[in-house]
């Protein structure tokens, strides 16, 4: 340790020199900067010292963050095992070094920031106090001093003279003994500053080494072998990553490498899967926001069994929106939007209204909710019914708008004679099972969407020398024969959907699935556009009038229909079937031909129906006078001696029929 070379020398504090002051005023000065540098250094000293009570405070909540990742169940933490354990192996080794961190927190304290607190309250603060004291003893001493010098020449007053003696001599020995500590005080400040500065860095090196030494012994003794299987499970997972990432980048360049047309709506270049039975993507549905006001909203859909799905985005799950089995789909115009579709349940009481992105999503959509509806996913082989199914609506669905002879490659006529058919059912009758598709409408037979035959067109086909057949199964006698007598008039505004020749007319069964593949064919080319026309029921004939022109478009006398019925869900739908004759063969009989026609109604379908039933039972009872008789007692009468039944639904609908009107089947 070197010498001191400056000190204050205490035989100068009682003469008090200016050059002992001089000197002081260096001691003095020398005080204060290593006060100032005393608390700097005792901050940087006490930031280290809560560094490190963080550091143990941060390690402990380490370690336990580490023991909550097995708790919180991920979602994809599936081979997360060997990670769970590892994570499991740290914390411990967190744990124990939390404890090492703790006793260096408490080391540095006691060895570091204590020594240095302790040198400024004692050591600092002595001098502080004893330069104030020093102060106080001078001033007082020059106080006395003045007093002495300010007494008089001439007149002396030994009492005055005596009384300040005595006070300079009190005041310059308290002067003298303050000055002497003050003096002792500065002179030892020289050394101890040395010893507060290097006992605290010597404190702090020390609590480091010991931490150290600890940690080396814990690391070498117990985690060399673990953290090099760390090692190399972690670089393991780098290289997994690695190839991970090169293949995600070499399918994010093929995936890329596409044309521009992937990513334009309404661009596909694929051809349209009529054969799905499960479909999903994003569409708009439209929602009633007022009275007269909508709004759509993109939500994605999917189809889940028999049921239409709605998840909207960011949801965790999808809810059901529409029950799927038996419902009808067809294509509508909406608000000038593009591919619109409507969804309609069987009841006919909720339906829905969604756009597609593009043709293709639309027609897949159309035809995907149409073979859902036909509950196709039920069976055993789903793909290969929808198959057969497109196959034959696709041949089934050529639309004609005039009676067209069966052109060559159809199926052959003969099937949809009545021998073949009753010996089906009659074979369907012993085993109970319900007659298939096949069995009641030949496959490919055409549809005919519309009633558009002039008058001119079945007189020149009746000039020629032999019948031809009719598929509808009306006569020119049979049109223009009209009943003055007639007993019963009731008319029907209905919407003309299809006809088709089907196998027989002894079956409702026959009537639902001409309905079925009617509605089917419209869906799939998008005819959704019907005439309005009248349904006339009197007691010897059907009729379809021309609301405008009141033209008769076509006549079927009441002894042709063989069957009718109406929907079993969708209770606006009906449907009758009529009888004829074909002579194409040359027989003179003719070999009978059945038709099936369908309607939609303003009204419910069992009401026509039930008007035909009453029809026919007038006509069975005009064999008989006296059923006649008790038949026109049990109905109620108008005043001119017809069946009144219903009131007349048409009132409303002819000025309305200029229009083609948009159908709700």
Avoid at 400 to 424: C, L, M, Q, W, Y
Wanted: net charge negative; with cysteine.
């Amino acid at each position: 340790m070197p010498a001191v070379h400056h000190k204050l020398l205490l035989e100068d504090a009682l003469q008090d020199s200016p050059q002992t002051r001089s000197l002081l005023s260096v001691f003095e000065e020398d005080a204060g900067m290593l006060t100032d540098y005393t608390n700097q250094l005792l901050q940087s000293m006490q930031r280290v010292f809560g560094a490190q009570s963080e550091m143990g405070l941060a390690t402990e909540q380490l370690s336990r963050q580490l023991l909550d990742y097995e708790k919180k169940n991920f979602a994809l933490g599936k081979g997360d095992e060997e990670v769970i354990t590892t994570l499991q192996n740290f914390a411990q080794t967190v744990g124990e070094l939390n404890s090492l961190h703790s006793v260096l927190a408490n080391q540095m304290a006691d060895s570091m920031v204590f020594p240095l607190i302790q040198f400024r309250e004692k050591d600092l603060t002595e001098i502080s106090t004893l330069k104030e004291i020093f102060g106080f003893a001078t001033d007082e001493h020059e106080a006395a001093m003045v007093k002495y010098s300010r007494l008089p020449k001439k007149k002396e007053n030994e009492k005055l003279k005596s009384d300040l003696v005595k006070e300079i001599a009190y005041t310059r020995r308290k002067q003298h003994q303050a000055s002497l500590q003050y003096y002792c005080a500065l002179n030892a400040l020289q050394y101890r500053k040395r010893v507060a500065m290097l006992e605290p860095m010597l404190g702090y090196t020390q609590a480091q080494i010991s931490f150290f030494k600890k940690g080396i012994e814990l690391v070498s003794k117990k985690m060399d072998n673990f953290l090099s299987s760390v090692s190399n499970m972690t670089q393991n997972i780098q290289a997994q990553l690695d190839t991970e990432a090169e293949a995600m980048r070499a399918s994010q360049r093929e995936l890329l490498s596409v044309e521009d047309t992937v990513y334009m709506p309404d661009k596909d270049t694929e051809p349209v899967n009529r054969t799905l039975i499960q479909k999903a993507g994003y569409l708009n549905i439209r929602n009633k926001t007022g009275l007269v006001t909508t709004a759509w909203d993109r939500l994605y859909f999917f189809t889940q069994g028999g049921n239409l799905m709605c998840q909207p985005r960011g949801a965790v799950a999808g809810g059901m929106v529409l029950d799927l089995d038996n419902s009808s789909v067809m294509a509508v115009e909406c608000e000038d939007r593009r591919y619109c579709f409507q969804i309609t349940s069987p009841s006919g009481k909720t339906s829905m209204i969604l756009q597609a992105e593009s043709k293709r999503e639309y027609e897949e959509w159309i035809c995907t909710v149409n073979n859902i509806s036909r509950q196709i996913y039920l069976t055993d082989n789903p793909e290969a019914v929808a198959i057969r199914l497109n196959q034959t609506a696709i041949q089934a669905v050529t639309p004609i708008t005039s009676f067209e002879k069966r052109p060559e490659g159809s199926p052959n006529p003969d099937r949809a004679k009545p021998g073949g058919v009753h010996a089906a059912s009659g074979g369907s009758q012993t085993t109970g099972a319900a007659p298939e598709p096949e069995d009641l409408i030949a496959p490919g037979t055409p549809i005919q969407f519309d009633i558009m035959l002039p008058a001119s067109e079945f007189q020149d086909q009746n000039r020629t020398g032999g019948r031809r057949t009719n598929p509808f199964g009306e006569t020119d006698d049979d049109c223009s024969t009209e009943c003055d007598d007639s007993l019963l008039q009731q008319v029907f505004a209905v919407r003309f959907q299809g006809s088709m020749a089907v196998r027989c007319g002894n079956s409702q069964e026959v009537i639902y699935e001409a309905m079925r593949q009617v509605l089917a064919a419209r869906a799939i080319h998008n005819i959704f556009k019907t005439t309005e026309s009248h349904l006339m029921v009197t007691s010897s004939s059907l009729r379809l009038i021309d609301p405008q022109t009141q033209v008769t478009r076509i006549c079927f006398q009441l002894g042709e229909v063989c069957q009718f019925a109406a929907h079993q869900e969708n209770g606006r739908l009906m449907g009758f079937v009529v009888e004829g004759r074909d002579w194409s063969d040359g027989d003179e009989e003719g070999e009978p031909s059945f038709s099936a026609f369908v309607f939609e109604s303003n009204t419910e379908g069992e009401k026509i129906c039930y008007t035909i039933s009453l029809a026919k039972d007038i006509t069975e009872a005009k064999k008989d006078p006296e059923a006649l008789a008790q038949l026109m007692k049990n109905m109620p009468l108008t005043n001119d001696g017809k069946f009144l039944l219903l009131e007349p639904e048409t009132g409303d609908t002819t000025n309305g029929a200029e229009e083609d009107l948009e159908s709700e089947a």
